[in-house]
Structure formats: C-alpha cells, structure tokens
C-alpha cells in the first residue's frame, strides 16, 4: 500500500476526550473516530487490525472445533421473553418498535436466538457436541461509555455456543474453550489469565475470564505471579483428548477477580512474593450454565436410551474491538503504538526521505517490489516531505519494521532497518535488509505456534 493513495487521518494534537493511553493512540493514529456516544467508525488502519484478530480467532476456533455462522443484529423480543430475560435485562438493552409495532432489540448476546436455531434443527444426541459461533455486533446501552472503544456501546464480539448431552461432556466443550482462548490471546502477543469470574446475567455457576494485566484496567484482580509463564498449549494439541492437564495446570494456581476474591485463600495459596493485586481489562470471558435457556425453551433431544434428554450450554466470548486497545495498553511507548508483528496493520514501513528525487524513487519502488515479493505486507510512505515527519508518523503508527532508504545510503547502496519495539538499527545492501525482515518478521506472526 501507498500512503500517498492510502487514508491516514493522523492527529497531531492529543485529543482531551481521551483518558488513556490506548485511547488517544487510537485517535492520534487514525484508527477510529468517535460518531456518537460509544459508537465508533473504524478507519482503514484500525480496520486492518481488527481483521487481523479476527483471522487469528476464527483459525484458533476452527481448531478447538467450533463452527462460523452469523446471526442478525436485531433479535425477536419473544425468544426473550421466553427465556425470561426480556425484563430482567434492563436498561442496556436497547429495545426497538417496527413499523408493525412488533418488539426488537439489538442483541446484546446470542443466547436466545442460537437455542432457538438449535431447537429447530437439532433433534438427536448423535449430532452433539456441537459448538456454533459467530463474530457480530452488539449493542449494550452502558451506562458509562468510556475509554474509546474499550467499552462502547456497540462492539464486536465473538461469541461461541456449545450444545452437549450433560454436564460431564459440557465440561469438555468449556475445556476446548479455554484452551483455544489460552492460544487466541498469546499469537496476539498478549498474556492473558483466566481468572475465576462472576457470570452475571449471562447466569450460571462456572465462569472464567480472561485478564491482560493493565493499570488502566477496569477489574481489580489477584493472581499468582507464575501465571504469566504459564507454558501455551501447542497447536497440536488434541482438542478431542483429555485437556483435563491443560486445566489443572492453569487453574492449580490461585486467580480471581475482586468480585471473586477470597482473600484468605489467596493469601493461604499464594506465597507473599508472587502476590500480584493488580488491575486488569477483561478481553474475554467463558461460561457454563446448563439448562439455563435450553430448558425454558424447550430445547432437548433424544438420549441414547430413546427418552428426551437435556442439552448443557456455555457460551464463550471475546471482545474484538476491545483487544485492539488492550493490545495498546500492553504495547506502546512515548512516541506510539508498538504492534505485535501478527496484529500490525502492516508488518514494514518503507520511508522514502526524499520523495520527488529520482534516484531515491527508483531505489525505493525497487525495495517495494521486493518486500512484497517477499511476502511482506508493506505500507511505502512516497509522499512528499520531510523526514522527521516521516519517522513520527511511522512510530505514532507502530509498524513493527522500518525500513529507512534516504539519498546517501541509497548512494552506496544500503538502507537501514529500525525495529519499533528495540529501537536496534541495521544497516545493509537492499537484498541483505528483504531477507533480513523476511527471517525477524515470518516467526514472529506466531501462526505455526
Ligand atoms: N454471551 C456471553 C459470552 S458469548 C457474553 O456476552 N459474555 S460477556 O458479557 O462477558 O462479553 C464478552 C466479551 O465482550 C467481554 O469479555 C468483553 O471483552 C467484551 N465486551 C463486553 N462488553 C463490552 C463493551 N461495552 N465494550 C467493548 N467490549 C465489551
């Protein structure tokens, strides 16, 4: 891509609306603009990563054996009602008359409508497990719309339903999700913890969300210091084994949020030194509720022995457009954001510094040609001006790789690479400086980890 051709909004003033630091990055750089209280347009760069972790989710789903589909925005207020939380849910939900006066809303969560798609098409045990899933707007009137699009109103989620015949087989599908999700947040670059969690009006008496540690943080947490080396599951793992191990492991050491806390447990289990109290953003949560709408909606199948059974549900959710400020807020430095390689808008940043003379031109479209050659995904700054701009505006943006080609280097023939994270700096022949981002950049997308 050509920035020249691109659209690239960056702001040069800090934005006073914004509280913190992922905020007014994502501002400064770009990414979003606000439209209205908690709704936010997504801009081409900002866009770009958001797909980039909705590919990584859809890939770590495929693998734990859910299944993509996608339900509408607005929802039927009678599956609500007969699931009893059309009342219950309250001022968040926000609730919608057509022209026929029938009763909408814009689906907050999928509860209903997937058990009702589930009662309609699934009659026997022998389709079970199944686990459908969908990434989707929602909407969810808060109160407190705040911190850009850390809590919105309307955002993206991916949200996952499993079906099963009982609890125990129940119990494996939430297995299957949380390690999916173990490995979704680390190929983001982000260590997040599952933390024993409330479940809320979603409902039911298992629930874990997963945690990325932040002063910025919304929820008060305690947790075990060795969890954030816990060893990742790796892709080969067997997501139809036992993960019964996996598990243990994870939950053996103590983590709760503040709602969650028990403090004399936590200071019985955990040793003073690896106390963390601290605070953290909630990226995603898991649950286990049972029967909860299967049974008021009158969801079941027939059993092995010929009688109806009873379906066990949890759903399972990641919040899309809440992980790009968390991955700022874990990433970034005084001059911008720091991207993951395998979130990044781009993965290299070609800064021509002197657009308009013809030697820098060609060397410049040749490097170009090459790294996309290579594989690489390649935002080439061709504009006109001067090269301080240049290098704000690159590390404001944060792409991980900065390949720097001004008049004198190119004279002899050699550019020089700046790594955004380490600051390091590289000088070398062009073929040397393609291969040499080729070898750094295809590990570090952490998509055979
Ligand atoms: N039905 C369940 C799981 S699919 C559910 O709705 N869970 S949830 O309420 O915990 O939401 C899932 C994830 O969406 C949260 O972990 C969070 O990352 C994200 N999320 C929730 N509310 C907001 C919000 N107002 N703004 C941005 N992200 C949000």
Not at 23 to 29: E, F, I, P, S, T
Not at 141 to 148: L, N, V
Not at 325 to 353: K, R, T
Not at 359 to 372: F, H, P, R, S
Request: hydrophobic share 40%.
């Amino acid at each position: 891509m050509r920035l020249s051709s691109y659209f690239l909004p960056v702001l040069k003033e800090v934005p006073k609306e914004a509280e913190i630091v992922s905020h007014r990055l994502m501002l400064r750089a770009g990414l979003i603009r606000q439209q209205a209280a908690g709704l936010y347009a997504w801009l081409p760069l900002g866009y770009k990563v958001l797909r980039k972790i909705q590919d990584i989710i859809e890939q770590e789903q495929a693998r734990a054996g859910a299944i993509e589909m996608l339900m509408p925005t607005l929802q039927s207020a009678d599956l609500w009602r007969e699931s009893g939380r059309y009342d219950a849910y309250g001022k968040e939900m926000l609730r919608i008359t057509d022209r026929h006066e029938r009763d909408l809303l814009y689906g907050p969560t999928n509860e209903e409508v997937i058990t009702d798609i589930f009662r309609t098409f699934v009659k026997s045990y022998k389709e079970l497990p199944l686990n459908l899933y969908h990434i989707q707007w929602k909407f969810r009137d808060e109160i407190r719309p705040r911190f850009g699009t850390m809590r919105s109103r309307e955002f993206l989620m991916k949200d996952a339903y499993s079906f099963d015949l009982g609890m125990e087989e129940a119990r494996k599908s939430y297995y299957r999700m949380f390690v999916a999700y173990l490995r979704t947040y680390y190929r983001m670059g982000l260590t997040a913890i599952p933390m024993k969690a409330e479940t809320g009006p979603i409902g039911g008496d298992l629930s874990h969300e997963f945690i990325v540690l932040a002063d910025t943080g919304e929820s008060g947490v305690f947790c075990h210091a060795d969890l954030l080396d816990m060893p990742i599951p790796a892709a080969n793992t067997d997501f139809n084994g036992d993960l019964t191990p996996i598990i243990d492991q994870w939950t053996s050491l103590y983590a709760a949020t503040e709602d969650m806390i028990d403090m004399a447990e936590f200071e019985k289990t955990v040793p003073e030194p690896k106390r963390i109290a601290a605070r953290g953003i909630e990226v995603g949560q898991v649950f286990y509720f049972g029967t909860k709408y299967t049974g008021p909606m009158g969801a079941t199948v027939t059993g092995p022995d010929g009688q109806e059974a009873e379906v066990h549900c949890g759903s399972y959710g990641i919040g899309l457009t809440r992980l790009v400020p968390a991955i700022i807020e874990a990433s970034h430095d005084d001059d911008g954001i720091v991207w993951p390689v395998s979130v990044a808008p781009f993965e290299v940043m070609l800064l021509n510094l002197k657009s308009g003379d013809a030697e820098c031109d060609a060397a410049c479209e040749d490097l170009y040609g090459k790294l996309k050659a290579a594989g690489l995904d390649v935002l080439y700054d061709d504009r006109e001006g001067g090269a301080g701009a240049k290098f704000a505006t690159a590390d404001l943006i944060g792409v991980p790789y900065q390949l720097i080609a001004g008049p004198r280097g190119i004279k002899a023939g050699e550019v020089e690479i700046k790594n955004r994270k380490t600051g390091a700096r590289d000088t070398m022949g062009f073929d040397a400086a393609i291969a040499f981002l080729k070898a750094a950049i295809e590990p570090e997308r952490r998509d055979k980890v």
